[in-house]
């Protein structure tokens, strides 16, 4: 409790919290970045799922794959400037922690088919294995649910 504390006293939140016009963009930031994770995740999966045949893998898993990690990135980054303006308030607010536990599941997601052989083996142009169909799946699902759960944050404030 004292870092979370801490960190709602830092100067940062601090002027996030008394300007009219700070704590707006940053929140605008945040639901660009989560735009730009989405987008490019949910596109990636429908193709993982068998949508969009008519481009290759090939073409479309590496710059997906590169705005979703910069989406990722800001996303976290913007997240953790809101954050810090109410941690007491977010660290209470069940929302909040499932939207964070869902967040790392997705995270973990990611990672395990990162490191998936079949992965690499669809993105050379192979056929895509069930294995990755499956991640595909739970990555929309568990992203999916990340927003709606940092959409019902405000709700139960």
């Not at 294995?129 to 959409?151: D, E, T, Y």
Request: with cysteine.
């Amino acid at each position: 409790m004292e870092a979370l504390q801490a960190l709602s006293e830092w100067s940062v939140a601090a002027s996030l919290r008394q300007s009219r016009i700070a704590y707006p963009l940053a929140n605008a930031a945040h639901i660009a970045s989560i735009g730009m994770l989405l987008g490019s995740i949910v596109t990636l999966d429908l193709r993982l799922l068998g949508l969009f045949r008519d481009h290759s893998l090939a073409d479309l898993g590496p710059p997906l794959w590169r705005v979703a990690t910069c989406g990722l990135v800001l996303a976290l980054a913007t997240g953790f400037l809101l954050f810090s303006t109410r941690p007491l308030t977010y660290a209470a607010n069940p929302a909040f922690l499932a939207k964070l536990g869902l967040i790392g599941l997705g995270m973990l997601n990611v990672l395990t088919l990162r490191y998936n052989r079949h992965w690499r083996q669809t993105i050379a142009g192979a056929g895509v294995h069930g294995s990755v169909r499956v991640a595909a799946f739970v990555s929309m699902v568990v992203w999916l649910g990340a927003v709606v759960a940092g959409r019902w944050i405000g709700f139960l404030q």
